[in-house]
């Protein structure tokens, strides 16, 4: 009994991670920006495409691992610099824009890679064993990098000036100006900021799962009830909701036929949402 429940739990824990990583840029992006971006699974791919191209290239893996949250935050600025900033004004406009825009790069990637699933090899292959039980390394380095990108961008967002000043321009831009601040550079810097974890979480993840121009997608709509699960405005509730989702979703098919699993999730995420609409946690952002 004590055995399945620390493989329960650890299976829970780590598919919770992977969710709580694509949710966070996400959420960072619709918290701050009140945008919710509908290219945000495609960045996530974008950033297994990196990891996926550098290994095919002989380099170490990692440095693709490295390289990939760095390329997707470029990519994040050039987007936001010349086609995101044209949708601050219209929300609806905003999503209908970036879904087109996720649909122009998961066609160049299907292209790209011939419409073919890809495999990436593991960084850390292997087990580690407990109390007789063989956890995954890879999956127990993502659960540790998780927590340590949470705590980090939560300091970064609230604890630096750099973050303070975001944060303020974000909800009086017109305040901000008048202080002197540049909005514009600040709204770049958090689309990048955004993306640029997109990026991360597609090179830690694309190792569990075969690379594949659709593999945003079957995060995406779990992403966007996370954040509404959540709450938008702040950056604890996307994080709070992505963990929820998360372990329902890992959670629900020991309990259930896996068949019916996904559906009891959305089912029992749209009963807290229609419960409790402003979300787990109510953000300033209206």
């Given amino acids: ?41 495609e960045l996530v791919l974008l950033g297994a495409y990196t990891v996926f191209v550098v290994e095919q290239s002989g ?31 219209s929300p609806v406009i ?6 087109a825009i996720g649909l122009i790069i998961r066609e160049v990637i299907r292209g790209l890679l011939g419409g073919h699933y890809r495999s990436v090899s593991e960084p850390w292959p292997g087990a580690w064993t407990a109390m007789g039980l063989s956890f995954s390394i890879w999956r127990t380095f993502i659960i540790g990098t998780t927590i340590a990108v949470i705590v ?6 609230t604890r630096t000036s750099f973050g303070l000043r975001i944060r303020g321009s974000l909800e009086n831009a017109m305040l901000a100006r008048a ?7 600040l709204y770049t810097a958090t689309f990048a900021f955004g993306a640029a974890l997109a990026g991360l979480a597609g090179a830690l993840i694309v190792p569990l799962y075969q690379l594949s121009a659709d593999m945003g997608l079957r995060f995406l709509v779990q992403g966007f009830l996370s954040v509404m699960l959540g709450g938008v405005g702040t950056f604890e509730g996307p ?19 896996p068949v019916l699993a996904d559906p009891l999730v959305f089912v029992i995420a749209l009963v807290i949402v229609k419960l409790r609409p402003q979300g787990f946690i109510a953000g300033a952002r209206k």
């Fill in 94 to 99: 905003a999503m209908l824009g970036t879904y």
């Fill in 239 to 257: 994080v709070l909701g992505a963990a929820a989702i998360g372990a329902l979703a890992a959670g629900l098919p020991w309990a259930v036929l």
């Fill in 179 to 185: 202080c002197g601040i540049s909005t514009d550079r």
């Fill in 59 to 89: 380099a170490n893996i990692w440095l693709g691992i490295l390289a990939a949250p760095l390329v997707v935050g470029l990519f994040g600025v050039l987007l936001e610099r010349t086609i995101i900033r044209h949708f601050y004004e």
């Fill in 152 to 157: 980090g961008s939560w300091l970064f967002l």
């Fill in 1 to 41: 009994m004590i055995e399945f429940i620390v493989r329960f739990s650890f299976d829970i824990l780590a598919f919770t991670s992977v969710m709580v990583l694509i949710v966070l840029g996400l959420g960072v992006i619709a918290s701050m920006m009140g945008i919710f971006n509908f290219a945000h699974g």
